[in-house]
């Protein structure tokens, strides 16, 4: 992953997974450290049309070297 590089919700929730894994945890394991509940987990990892940007950022944040800096809003013309 490049220094700086932009996420959507789809990508940013299967790298939270990934980070997860990485670091050896299991969801329940990241609900206790995280203080929520297993469904949230399974929610911010296979569910990116949910918007849990925030448990997902916490997740990237604890389980690898990178930092969340976001969101991110771009206009368009209608």
Do not use: C, N, W
């Not at 569910?47 to 368009?76: H, N």
């Amino acid at each position: 992953m490049s220094k700086k590089e932009f996420l959507s919700e789809v990508e940013l929730a299967a790298f939270a997974k990934r980070m997860r894994k990485k670091a050896g945890k299991t969801r329940a394991q990241v609900a206790r450290d995280m203080g929520v509940s297993q469904t949230s987990i399974f929610h911010a990892e296979e569910s990116p049309e949910q918007s849990l940007a925030k448990l997902r950022t916490r997740m990237i944040e604890a389980y690898s070297p990178f930092k969340v800096v976001g969101p991110v809003f771009y206009l368009e013309k209608k």
